[in-house]
């Protein structure tokens, strides 16, 4: 025998505000269109978002995909209650793993996922996700959002990001990387978005609370200093790419660090030989090193260290491809070069990182 249910019952009753959902989309809708670009209007509503590549002009192209999140860095967000950086890092690494193929960006779309939604959060991350799509030069085509309780804690979210960019078939990278060319070091902005579970483990053996004083940072708070968002690299990457032809290969230097991410360029027989001494490290990494007493080989394993994006470069073409960057912004230095590789470490290092 069953028993009766009472009659009634709403989905807002069961935690799930459609309501709030409507007047979410209402407010972003500014936010998605600010990031309208050739090939797309930037429109949100329908039940996909539509992009035009030959609008974009591209005759022949080959697109190139990309998905990520931002892993527990949303949790420093939460806990902090700043949200509307979060959404540029959603975009970076997405945007930042399409442009090293030698693609341009083209659409993105986001899912933000909670336990219950709270319409000013969820606008402030998706300004963030605006602002990043901005940078990158991107159309944000569409999301979800979805109010999941009993999943999720309230006041708990997590994001996943999809990036979609194109190429001109023939022009995809990496191609003809060889030993004695040149690494060129793109600087970050910090710890971006790998190594945050290490990250948080450190801040809780600190003592310290988000709101203390960063001791790496002056004048900011340690949970503000922490969620400074992944640069993107698209426009200056672009923009040198276009200039000539002496960029061989790119590579986002995200979790797994140097060991992990230079090698997915290499071809077989080619290692790489990094100069630790010539990485301008920021101050935070140093900090974490100490506090944690995280040895360098970790260190480099973990976090980016100070280099975001890796350019190898041809040896005869490198001043002009660091021209190049520096023309567009970028303050690139060589850190290394590519050497033949037989057996071993594939990524090799002299010199230590410099950790202040």
Not at 307 to 336: F, K
Request: charged letters at 20%; hydrophobic letters at 45%.
């Amino acid at each position: 025998m069953t028993k009766d249910l009472p009659n009634g019952l709403t989905y807002a009753q069961a935690g799930v505000d459609i309501d709030a959902g409507n007047a979410m989309v209402d407010e972003i809708k500014p936010l998605v269109r600010a990031t309208r670009r050739p090939g797309a209007d930037a429109e949100i509503g329908g039940f996909g978002g539509l992009f035009d590549l030959k609008a974009a002009g591209f005759t022949d192209p080959i697109l190139v995909a990309a998905n990520d999140g931002v892993g527990t860095k949303v949790k420093i967000a939460i806990d902090t209650g700043i949200h509307h950086t979060i959404g540029v890092d959603l975009v970076a690494m997405c945007v930042n793993d399409i442009i090293v193929q030698g693609a341009e960006p083209l659409f993105f779309l986001d899912y933000f996922a909670t336990g219950k939604l709270t319409p000013e959060i969820g606008v402030a991350i998706v300004r963030g996700i605006a602002d990043g799509c901005i940078q990158a030069g991107c159309a944000l085509v569409g999301g979800e959002t979805a109010e999941m309780p009993g999943l999720y804690a309230r006041g708990d979210y997590d994001l996943a990001g999809f990036a979609v960019g194109a190429a001109e078939r023939g022009t995809l990278l990496p191609k003809a990387v060889a030993a004695g060319d040149v690494l060129i070091g793109l600087p970050s902005s910090g710890v971006h978005s790998n190594g945050f579970s290490l990250v948080r483990r450190i801040v809780e053996a600190s003592g310290l609370a988000w709101n203390a004083p960063a001791p790496f940072a002056p004048g900011r708070s340690l949970g503000e200093a922490l969620l400074d968002p992944t640069r993107i690299y698209v426009k200056p990457l672009l923009a040198a790419l276009k200039a000539g032809d002496g960029i061989k290969a790119l590579a986002h230097i995200t979790g797994g660090g140097f060991p992990d991410n230079i090698p997915r360029v290499l071809p077989d027989g080619v290692g790489v030989l990094l100069d630790l001494d010539a990485i301008p490290v920021p101050a935070v990494f140093g900090w974490l090193a100490r506090t944690g007493g995280v040895a360098e080989a970790e260190m480099l394993r973990t976090f980016n260290c100070g280099i975001g994006m890796i350019v190898v470069a041809a040896a005869d073409r490198a001043e002009n491809v660091m021209q190049d960057l520096r023309n567009a912004g970028e303050n690139p230095v060589r850190i290394g070069k590519t050497i033949a590789h037989d057996d071993g470490e594939q990524v090799r290092t002299s010199g230590h990182l410099k950790l202040s």
